[in-house]
């Protein structure tokens, strides 16, 4: 049996991840306690924190604060609370810890949630962003406002000229809604200049990304990009989200010239599709790291946006930005047939040796239909593809001795394969005559 | 009034019987609606047929399309894609799906990629309730749902045609809704199991045709003599996608219920008063679906808190009760079922919660829950 070997993967930027998220939580206490300051609650895919920045409001992604909840081992009663309160076990328990936190006034292990001045639901995708916000608006009794952003469903894979306009015609009302709740006038030059730091911070994050086309990968783009994603969204348009990526950056790169990966030894190049188990995500990411598996690109890291393949904020049209941001550059407004085709573009320019599907039962946006995944990677591309199970916050479904079976058993086929296709070459090369 | 024992038949039927015989009588093209709304009048006005795709049922076994969909994905969406794995949606030439839930928005691609013969269509209805631009937005939607299906109609479409269309489908509504007054004021005349038959055929025939059978169902119902029955009035929600069998439909009247007010078939029936006519017919629908529409559990609207609409319902259809079926692994319902829950135990107005999957064929577990809930209600009742 492989232990998981030491893993070298903490980086400063991990510590300044944590500074900076310490702060930030902080800052949302001191409001809850009735401090100065507002805040504002929306959702990641395709956030327009540009818009809520431009208020000085501080945005409060109810997902951040559901997976903190569960990486602290913190989300199981509240979820409980949730379904004594009659919300079901087939319900997201992102959502149902969010309930059970409400309930208990917003106090966290992190720190206590502000009641916050504004909902704003951006529904980008996941239809279950309108229930929660609606439930939300319900519970904690704040003015809400629905953001509704066409799915991309034409076989162009574009919006079309009436969903650009429709969602630029709902920003602006939003502009209007914080101009009445917070006083201020809409200030256009700050607006543009958090969208142009947005610009570079979607700049760096792609070419954070590009690293792990290299050999070793400098880093995990599934266990490490969730490090940066927090900063990626609740700091995205302020100087210190754009530091925080300078530095990433910086150290990253440095790794990567070094030939430093996050292991040992890198024996086998994974995509990972899906989000992570948040409750258990060392013991999971384990399971990996003892075969020498390092994710080199994930699905995940592009819910809140994907810039990898060129979008970029543009501060001279930032509101039209912001609105194709939330239109076509995340992958939870994009249908799951393009979300094949970024897999494949990952597959083939980062060099994959696998994918692994993490299906979980609370985000079926996600997990809906990956079963057609597989087979299509697996009959179509010939791509060696496993798909297990667990959830993104809910404990009782996360079966370790299960996963590491069916993991196991995964990559020791995959080594298999390695060592059959190595005699065959070795032996074809043997018959050719000197 | 005796429903034809035959619509029970063609309603459960997945081999569609007045599907093939439209299809051969008129030689039109076929389009596959899935739940909940469906913008019919647009395939209608380019001369097709839209029907609804409510599944297997109990009458088909999912052999192919769980390799798909997990365990935890509900059973529509399933057996929907089943139907088209052993050629039942052979006699579909398109597909209509819409941005009710994840599952279904994902079924979508699914359904393109397994069966890109049969095109689909995605249509996303818009969730901003109070942005004074969702009815231009869904008015440019339904004209570009009319373009994408033009080629498979074979013809351009021309506003006069959505207008001869929204008609049709106007009467059917009118009638379904006179058909829900009675039943309401008269639950004795006619059953749910028969009003749900009567409802579940429109979504198989040409309007035309369904309005004669609704037409002459009204009549009949009208003349009934009936003595009521010492039952309870209940509002039933939850089932506005998946459909129950009938025969629990009729379990739950059997056991002590009459159902005066329920969201079965919903989005075939969903505007509360005629479209208001104006210069442009996919303007007047969008409008008539943001501003005049049934509280849908898939349309979130801001302006009414979901709640307030099942009270509303449980007033003004006298119920003593109200009971949610909800399908199995249905997130929308399961999370409205929250909502309705606090409030109908803050309005002290008795409730009672089953859930149910399309495939079911034993009724007695529910039954029982059913006549138990009836039972204490009615004891309840005498003490008084």
Known sequence: MKAAPEIGYRGTIHELQKRLMTRYYDDLTAIAQGGPGRSAQLLIAGNPVEVLRAFDMIPVFPEVNALQLAVRKASLPLIQKAEELGYATDNCAYVKADIGMWQGGGVAPFGTVP??????????????????????????????????VPFLRTPAGTPTDEDVAYVMAQLTELIQHLERITGAEFDEDKFRGIVERSARVGELWTRIKELTRRRPAPYDAYFDSVTMMAPLYCLRGTPEGLDFFERAYEEMSARAEAGTGPLPQERFRIVIEGPPPWPFLRAFRDMFSRWGAVAVASTYSTVGGLWEFGFRHDPAKPLESVARHMLEANLCNRSMLQRYSQIERYVSEWDADALVIHSVKSCRLFSAGQGDMREHFVHDRELPTLLIESDLEDPRYFSAAQLRNRIDAFFEALEQRRVTAGAIAAEAAARVPA | ??????????????????????????????????????????????????????????????????????????????????????????????????????????????????????????????????????????????????????????????????????????????????????????????????????????????????????????????????????????????????????????????????????????????????????????????????????????????????????LESVRHHRADAAIFLGAKFCEPGLFDYALYRRALDEARIPHLFLEFEEKMWLYDRVRGEVETFVESMLFAEARV
């Open chain 1, 115 to 148: 009641k916050p001045d504004i909902l704003v639901c951006n529904y980008v995708g996941c239809n279950v962003y309108l229930n929660w916000f609606e439930h939300l608006a319900e519970l904690v009794g704040a003015p809400a406002i629905n953001i509704d």
């Open chain 2, 1 to 310: 009034m005796t429903l034809d024992v035959a619509y029970r038949d063609v309603i459960e039927d997945r081999e569609f019987p007045t599907v093939r015989e439209w299809r051969e009588r008129t030689g039109g093209k076929v389009v596959g609606c899935f739940p909940v709304y469906a913008p019919v009048e647009v395939p209608y006005a380019l001369g097709m047929l839209p029907i609804g795709l409510f599944g297997g049922g109990n009458r088909v076994e999912i052999a192919n399309a769980d390799s798909r969909f997990q365990s935890f994905i509900c059973s529509i969406v399933k057996s929907t894609m089943e139907l088209a794995f052993i050629g039942k949606l052979d006699i579909v030439d398109g597909l209509l799906f819409h941005s009710i839930c994840d599952p279904a928005r994902n079924l979508s691609s699914v359904m393109e990629r397994n069966f890109p013969e049969r095109p689909s269509v995605y249509v996303h209805l818009p969730q901003n309730m109070t942005s004074p631009h969702a009815a231009t937005y869904l008015a440019a939607e339904l004209r570009r749902v009319g373009a994408a299906l033009a080629p498979i109609a074979g013809r351009p479409l021309a506003d006069e045609d959505v207008w001869r269309s929204i008609d049709a489908y106007e009467s059917i509504r009118d009638l379904l809704r006179r058909l829900y007054a009675l039943r309401s004021q008269t639950p004795e005349r006619i059953s749910t199991g028969e009003l749900y038959t009567l409802a579940r055929l429109v979504t198989l025939m040409d309007p035309i045709d369904s309005a004669a059978i609704l037409t002459a169902a009204l009549a009949a119902a009208g003349d009934r003599e009936a003595r009521p029955k010492d039952r309870i009035r209940v509002v039933l929600v939850g089932s506005f996608c998946e459909q129950p069998p009938l025969e629990l439909i009729e379990s739950l009247e059997e056991s002590g219920c009459y159902i005066v007010n329920d969201d079965f078939l919903q989005g075939w029936r969903w505007a509360q008063r005629g479209v208001r006519r104006n210069g442009d017919p996919y303007l007047a629908l969008a409008r008539s679906y943001i501003d005049d529409s049934e509280h849908l559990s898939t349309k979130h609207d801001l302006r009414r808190p979901r709640a307030h609409a099942l």
